[in-house]
């Protein structure tokens, strides 16, 4: 949904999605995977993305009627999920009428680390808190505030859980499940998109992560989450790596982008692989929404080995247009042009913040 609005600024087809989903729901509050549909399917983790899917359109558009309306359809999903909660704090093994699906890899059966068959997978506690806490900020946008710390309260426990069982000192690294010693990137990267680390630890994690040439690597799709994160946490200049897999659907000599990047994906025309979209628009031109609804932009561009980028971004309020360079002395140069009247804040490479209250034209050199 978000390369819809990066290209379009069009929410029609995102607003029938969400509500598709909503219309989806079992009593016990668990949303289908696929709706509507002949053949009903249930992946457990895909409801924990609608959170996150309502949580971008509200970012983009600031529609918090959209939250009101569905509020009551987030706490069924996050209820479900509570039911599962353990002892020992983890959220246990999911119904076995449901496919036990996570990202496509190779190593793995069917889209599961190995680690299921012996008990909780990590990554699922890790998912289910990254929901919690998404879920906080859009009950604060609603002023539902106890929701929003009773939210948080219980993402910590999932988190303490997490690292009290999980964490493995001796290889620096999250387990694939407490009761294994199965290692993957993905219970590395949601413990940072979880908050079970922060700061310094979370940025020396995806770094051990990166560099361990072991461990199964997530796939293209979830990608976006890895970028997204390395971005959040200010080690973008880590991504250049991740982005060279799009390389590899060029010299396929692709038109369209496939589900997976190992091996004879099943689809060779599949959205959730268009990466490229968001990495273009929301880093290398570096436009994003800096409050709910653009009511603030901000620009921060990310030239990782690029000398120049310009290109032009979608907001509900106008067209941003961005143009940069960077010379071989070092010098950067920055311009373009933002709508009237919504304030932008520009970061330069060298970490110098330029806010521009009335938007508009912008230029400057460093």
């Not at 908050?195 to 690597?217: C, T």
């Not at 971005?231 to 799009?246: C, E, H, K, N, V």
């Amino acid at each position: 949904m978000m390369f819809t609005y990066i290209i379009s600024g069009d929410d029609r087809m995102a607003r029938r999605t969400l509500h598709d989903y909503h219309s989806s729901a079992l009593p016990s509050g668990m949303l289908q995977s696929r709706y509507p549909s002949q053949y009903p399917q249930i992946i457990p983790s895909f409801s924990l993305y609608w959170i996150h899917m309502l949580y971008d359109h509200y970012m983009y558009f600031g529609d918090v009627e959209l939250i009101r309306y569905y509020r009551r359809t987030i706490g069924g999903v996050l209820d479900w999920f509570r039911r599962l909660v353990r002892e020992d704090g983890l959220v246990g093994a999911t119904p076995d009428a449901y496919w036990h699906y996570y990202d496509w890899v190779e190593e793995w059966d069917n889209g599961a680390p190995d680690a299921r068959v012996h008990g909780p997978v990590t990554i699922l506690s890790q998912m289910y808190a990254a929901g919690l806490r998404t879920a906080a900020k859009l009950y604060e946008a609603v002023n539902w505030s106890d929701a929003a710390r009773e939210a948080r309260e219980e993402a910590d426990a999932l988190c303490a859980a997490v690292l009290k069982h999980c964490w493995r000192e001796e290889r620096g690294l999250f387990s694939d499940g407490p009761s294994v010693d199965m290692f993957s990137q993905h219970a590395q990267l949601w413990a940072v998109v979880s908050g079970a680390v922060s700061g310094a630890e979370a940025e020396a994690l995806l770094e051990r992560m990166l560099s361990d040439k072991s461990l199964p690597v997530v796939s293209v799709r979830m990608s976006y989450t890895l970028l997204r994160t390395l971005s959040g946490i200010g080690r973008y200049d880590l991504a250049q790596p991740i982005m060279q897999q799009w390389n590899q659907f060029l010299e396929l000599h692709l038109t369209t982008l496939p589900e997976w990047a190992f091996g004879s994906p099943r689809s060779d025309c599949h959205a959730w692989s268009a990466l490229p979209l968001s990495e273009f628009t929301s880093e290398i031109l570096g436009v994003k929404s800096g409050r709910s609804g653009y009511a603030e932009i901000r620009i921060m561009p990310q030239p990782l080995h690029l000398t120049w980028a310009r290109g032009k971004v979608v907001t509900p309020h106008g067209i941003v247009e961005v143009s940069w360079s960077l010379a071989e002395d070092g010098s950067f140069q920055l311009q373009g042009e933002g709508p009237a009247g919504i304030p932008i804040v520009l970061t330069l490479p060298s970490g110098e913040v330029v806010e521009l209250p009335a938007g508009g034209r912008f230029g400057t050199a460093v």
